[in-house]
Structures are given as C-alpha cells and as structure tokens.
C-alpha cells in the first residue's frame, strides 16, 4: 500500500513494515521536506515560481530583484507573493563605488561617469566646498569652472566620502556600508494578493511557506516578514508562529530594534 501523508511524504507500507516506519506518518518533517499544499476545500494548488517579476523592474537599477510565486488551482490563478531584496552578487555589478549607490538611492542627480560632473555636483548636494579649495573664497554652488587635476578631484571626493555627514550622523561610506550589512540578502516580503473569491481557504499561508521553501531552496535565504502588515497579515504570520510544523522564528532589527517574523526553511 502507497501512502501519502499531510506534508508530500510518500510511504509505501506492507506487512512487514517497522513501526517506527509507520510512526513517520504522524510525525511532522524536518524543515526542507516539501509540503503539498490544498486549499481548505481539498483543492490541491500549484505553485509557478519566478525569478524576475516581468511587471515589476523598478527596483533593477538599485539593485533590487522582485522574486514571485504564483498559486493556481488548475488553471485558475488564486494569488501571488512577490519577496525583494538586493542580492550579493548585484552590489559590486550596481555599485562598484559609494557614489554610485548615492545616485541611485539618494537621488542625487550627476554623471557617475564624469569625475567632474561628479565632483561639481556631489559638493553642491552636500553644500560643502572641497577639500582642496577650503580657505579659498570659493563656494560649493559656484564650483564650475575652479576643477583641479583629476588626482585632487579624486581626493576630494573621497574625504567627502569619508568625513561628510549625510544623515543620522553618518557619512556616505558609513550609509552604504549600513545598506550592504542590512539590506543585502535580506529577502523579506514585498506583496501578497488572494482573489477575493479565495479568501480564508489558506492560499496566504500556503504562499508563504512556498515562497519561503523556495527562497531556501534555490536562493538559501530565509524569508522575512514586511515591516508594514496589514491586520490579516500580522495575523497570518502570528498563526504560523503557533504552528510547530513550521519553522518560524523571531528577526530583530538592528537598525531600530523592531521583531519581525521570519520562516525559515534552511
């Protein structure tokens, strides 16, 4: 006889099966084990898994993709996940230099390519006059026509790199390296959507364990739950808190000390 239990295992059991073997079939998996998911109806689902959200690229130039897992049943689509973070491999391609993580992220507006458009413009946003021309009469919104050699160009930017405080007390070297140690590899929850009609059969919890078991899977990144939670979601992921077959666990921020939910099937 082929048994199939509640989490996708499959057992094929006989007279002469151990019972240890048949104790399995109430025992709940380890993490990584994949999970057949249904709806509450007994409608089994079907997962469609997408590295890149074709309809949803605003992110790529700062580094960011936009993972999504769509839930069918059939042919029906019934909802999505879409989980973003910025992944390693992306920083050095986006951001080989600070600079080009200030423009892409602060909204500074100047030619990344040209050291002085860059140096021009990165002093007037910082309202700083460069290093080299400190104690000269010369102000950070009348720098063109006053650009050294490229070698004091360069090192300007870099004390302004280094020793500016853009915010939070912290300079742009400071920021970024925050951003790399924080955001990058942190895979967390972007968007869910059930259709109405799918309401309360399951399909948000089963999307994010999805999601998540995927993330592990092929990305080995757990998934974080979103910092703004709407009421059924909060509630969702405090349900999946209790549920001991599924490996959550509690993220704190360190940024701002928040907990934030995170399934993690590592």
Same mark, same amino acid.
């Not at 999504?68 to 996940?81: D, F, I, Q, T, W």
């Not at 230099?97 to 992220?105: D, L, S």
């Not at 909204?107 to 040209?114: A, M, Q, T």
């Given at each position: 006889?082929v ?6 295992r499959? =057992?094929?059991i006989g007279p ?16 990584? @084990? ?25 992110? @790529? ?6 993972r ?14 879409k989980? #973003?973070?910025?992944? #390693? !491999? $992306? ?5 080989p ?9 602060k ?8 050291l002085?458009?860059?140096w ?13 021309? @400190? !104690? ?6 009348? +720098? ?15 004390? +302004?790199? !280094?020793?500016? %405080? ?13 951003? @790399? $140690? ?5 895979? =967390? ?5 059930? #259709? ?12 994010y !364990?999805?999601g ?7 990305? $080995?990144?757990?998934?974080?739950g #979103? ?13 999946m ?16 000390? $928040?907990?934030?939910? %995170?399934?993690?099937?590592?």
């Open positions: 006889m048994y199939l239990d509640g989490w996708g499959i =057992f094929v002469d099966t151990p019972k240890d073997e048949i104790l399995k079939m109430t025992t709940p998996p380890k993490w990584g @084990v994949y999970r057949s998911w249904k709806t509450r109806s007994g409608k089994r689902l079907r997962f469609e898994h997408l590295d890149q959200d074709p309809d949803d690229m605003k992110g @790529v130039n700062k580094g960011y993709v936009v999504k897992v769509n839930a069918y049943v059939g042919s029906e689509p019934l909802g999505y996940l989980i #973003s973070y910025v992944p #390693s !491999n $992306r920083v050095s391609e986006c951001f230099t600070v600079w080009h993580w200030v423009e892409a992220m909204g500074w507006c100047f030619d990344i390519e040209d002085a458009d860059s021009r413009k990165c002093h007037h946003y910082a309202m700083k006059v460069p290093k080299s021309l @400190v !104690n000269t009469g010369v102000r950070s919104n009348g +720098l063109a026509g006053h650009e050294p050699d490229v070698e004091t160009m360069q090192a300007d930017m870099d004390a +302004l790199e !280094n020793h500016y %405080v853009y915010s939070f007390g912290m300079t742009p070297r400071e920021l970024f390296e925050e951003f @790399v $140690r924080d955001r990058v590899d942190y895979a =967390f929850v972007d968007y869910i959507r059930v #259709s109405e009609d799918w309401l309360r059969q399951g399909i948000g919890t089963a999307l !364990n999805e998540a078991r995927w993330l592990a899977e092929r990305f $080995r990144l757990p998934l974080h #979103s910092g703004l939670q709407t009421p059924e979601a909060a509630a969702a992921w405090k349900k808190g209790e549920d001991e077959t599924m490996p959550t666990r509690i993220h704190k921020r360190r940024t701002d000390g $928040r907990e934030i939910p %995170v399934l993690d099937y590592l």
